[in-house]
């Protein structure tokens, strides 16, 4: 290969990219986390708080309707949000009727438009009881959740239910559909409670009761039932808002503990506003609203949902791939709360700021890095300054981002030592000066034995991308049906995101207890008669598990639809996260995230002994999945990779769109005494390959 501009031929990638690299540097790009627009917005909000229950059988709480005035407090005064745009029911006006009209009310607002920020807030007693007979909660003993009108009653004769989880689940959805999915949905409550110490209001008090009678089966059946002319079409993309995909929930509490008030105040809303007000909304997502919140004693605040990386009460999101992980003195050690499961390497350079919201500031408190590979754990790594004899400062909210990739390869590649894509090499090297965080390390060889992937050029001069991957070629999958001009800034983009989407499904990583006890179940599945106040169709599974001989196989079809359920059978409590990775476009989807909670602790998303997450029906509030295929393709193989761990870990920042712009949208004298053994870190991971054929 001839370079002209040094006037020398080149026969090795190696001499190739030594002369590149001398080309002046180019100016790196940079990257900023974007915030909310200025100026007002269309915020419409549902405020909800109940002290006083007409049922004597239920504990009198003291500090609700405080927490539901002082969330419109700051609504109308921080947000500017106008008083006619929020539905403000507390004590009387919560009964059960009360409630379910102002959720009905939202979703036909014609003021709300598609994409405007809605709060849900309810402070209240919640409950949790046995589930009605038919109903499957996902959860070891069969439970189900509730929020508590005020109205409600035990009694036979004017017996008024709590309002299922079920139900809401169906409200909000409908308020989705309509709406969007900019709902944000806050629960100062808890599942089940031992009452409360009656006193004065500065004695605690727990929000939840115990209920032992389950709700009949059929309740809310003309929410749960639409008229046949609402009700929606069988593909999958008419779940698309479903559960949580449709809204991000902060719960006070995980599901077993118990949420509490104090001093006329419940600790959760207290402390949300507390932290809301002092570092503004606009700089929090909500999943760092935990990162930053004051510990509330025994209570673990919750974030679920899909979108809990956006900007609260906002639809967008930082800058994809940047996960600021935190960081602590360990003796005089600094110990980063990340370590192989998160793809650490030996290498890597981690920026450190005071807090998450610091992140774009220019003056960083310094830099630390990944000496060797006996400094990565599994989930947590030992750091060393940069910098000899400078010690960084942290605080308790100190953070850490990655500034630099690990000595680890991304991607090697089978090029063509081809003058005809050398604007390609010359963006390469340009980007190998750079100090971009999201750069991603490929080499180019020119033997197919390395490479997961090769470059070509088609008859019409496009750029083609071969696929060497042995798990695909078997199914005679060859070529990736994309192409794109051959331009570096076509070019560029694809490699980095193959490079992203090949870093992470090669970290398939075997775990004997995940590989003996954990399972995994792969269903079509079928519309029930039940429908959700949207119109989607409640679905169930049907016929015999299609993971056999640990591959799915399928006829694509986008009016069929599919789910899958992951079951714990170990000792161990364990968390879950699901991604499907498109070998077609490179783009990599969630499936399934496990709950974050910040500094606080997480409820295992596999409890021990039989706990059990379906994907796409049931209680997991997610979408079923349908399968389709490219035009003119006859076979294509996706994997879905499970990553199991007994530590609930950050994975937001493995999923990808596609690069393609056409690319698919989808102890006598001793006493014995009780030891806790120091339990091995659990991490590991399934890969389901997903063969769709017409």
């Not at 949420?259 to 949300?272: D, V």
């Not at 870093?503 to 003996?516: F, G, I, N, P």
């Not at 269903?523 to 299609?546: Q, R, T």
Request: aromatic share 8%; with cysteine; charged share 20%.
């Amino acid at each position: 290969m001839f370079l002209s501009f040094f006037k020398v031929s080149v026969y090795s990638y190696v001499d190739l990219f030594w002369y590149l690299v001398h080309v002046p540097p180019t100016k790196p790009p940079t990257t900023t986390i974007p915030i909310p627009d200025e100026g007002n917005k269309s915020f419409f909000a549902l405020i909800i708080g109940i002290n006083n229950y007409s049922d004597g059988s239920v504990p009198i709480l003291s500090g609700c309707v405080a927490d539901a005035e002082a969330m419109r407090n700051f609504l109308t005064a921080t947000l500017k949000v106008p008083d006619s745009q929020i539905r403000f029911l507390t004590d009387l006006n919560a009964k059960r009727a009360h409630i379910i009209k102002a959720f009905l009310e939202l979703q036909t607002d014609p003021r709300i438009k598609k994409g405007d920020p809605i709060l849900i807030f309810y402070a209240g007693h919640g409950a949790e009881t046995k589930a009605p007979a038919g109903w499957h909660s996902g959860d070891v003993d069969n439970q189900i959740q509730m929020i508590i009108p005020q109205d409600y009653s035990s009694k036979r004769t004017k017996q008024v239910h709590g309002i299922p989880d079920r139900t809401l689940g169906a409200l909000i959805n409908g308020i989705a559909s309509a709406k969007g999915d900019n709902i944000t949905v806050i629960l100062d409550c808890c599942n089940s409670g031992s009452g409360t110490r009656k006193g004065t209001a500065d004695e605690i008090a727990v929000r939840g009761m115990t209920i032992t009678e389950s709700p009949p089966s059929d309740i809310d059946q003309d929410l749960l039932t639409a008229e046949p002319g609402t009700r929606a079409s069988s593909t999958a993309v008419g779940f698309a808002r479903k559960g949580l995909n449709s809204h991000v929930l902060l719960a006070a509490c995980t599901q077993k503990e118990q949420a509490r008030e104090q001093s006329g105040r419940g600790n959760f809303t207290k402390a949300i506003l507390q932290t809301i007000e002092a570092i503004g909304a606009d700089k929090l997502t909500y999943a760092s609203l935990l990162e930053r919140m004051d510990k509330i004693p025994a209570q673990n605040p919750q974030c679920e949902g899909v979108n809990q990386k956006r900007i609260i009460f906002d639809s967008k999101a930082p800058a994809p791939h940047r996960v600021c992980f935190p960081i602590v003195l360990k003796g005089s050690r600094y110990e980063l709360q990340a370590g192989s499961a998160q793809g650490i390497t030996k290498g890597a350079e981690f920026t450190v700021y005071k807090d998450s919201a610091s992140t774009s500031d220019p003056n960083s408190l310094g830099v630390l890095i990944v000496k060797s590979d006996s400094d990565i754990h599994v989930f947590s790594t030992f750091l060393t300054p940069k910098i000899d004899n400078a010690p960084i400062t942290l605080s308790k909210s100190s953070c850490a981002l990655q500034s630099k990739a690990g000595e680890a390869e991304d991607l090697v590649i089978l090029a063509p030592l081809d003058e005809k894509l050398l604007s390609l090499y010359e963006a390469i090297a340009n980007d190998m000066k750079a100090a971009d965080p999201a750069r991603r390390k490929i080499r180019f060889v020119k033997d197919g034995k390395e490479a997961k992937l090769g470059l070509s050029l088609d008859s019409s001069g496009r750029v083609a991308f071969d696929i060497l991957d042995p798990r695909l070629t078997i199914y005679g999958i060859n070529r990736i049906p994309h192409t794109v001009q051959n331009e570096a800034k076509s070019i560029t983009p694809v490699l980095n995101a193959a490079a992203h989407f090949h870093w992470y499904l090669s970290r398939e990583k075997k775990d004997a207890l995940v590989d003996t006890s954990v399972s995994f179940e792969f269903f079509k599945l079928s519309m029930g008669d039940e429908y959700d106040f949207s119109g989607n169709a409640i679905l169930e599974p049907v016929g015999d598990n299609l993971y056999q001989d640990s591959v799915v196989r399928l006829v694509a079809s986008e009016t069929d639809m599919y789910g899958f359920k992951v079951t714990n059978n170990s000792v161990r409590d364990l968390y879950l996260n699901a991604f499907y990775f498109d070998n077609s476009d490179f783009s990599i989807s969630s499936c399934y995230q496990s709950p974050t909670s910040g500094q606080f602790q997480t409820y295992p998303t596999l409890t021990r002994k039989g706990g059990s997450v379906p994907v796409g029906y049931g209680s997991s509030g997610l979408p079923p999945f349908a399968y389709t295929l490219e035009d003119e393709v006859d076979i294509d193989v996706g994997f879905l990779m499970l990553f199991i761990t007994s530590n609930n870990i950050d994975l937001s920042m493995i999923p990808q769109e596609s690069p393609f712009i056409e690319g698919r949208k989808q102890t006598q004298g001793r006493k014995q005494t009780q030891v806790t053994p120091t339990q091995t870190p659990i991490y590991g991971t399934i890969l389901i390959p997903i063969v769709q054929r017409r």
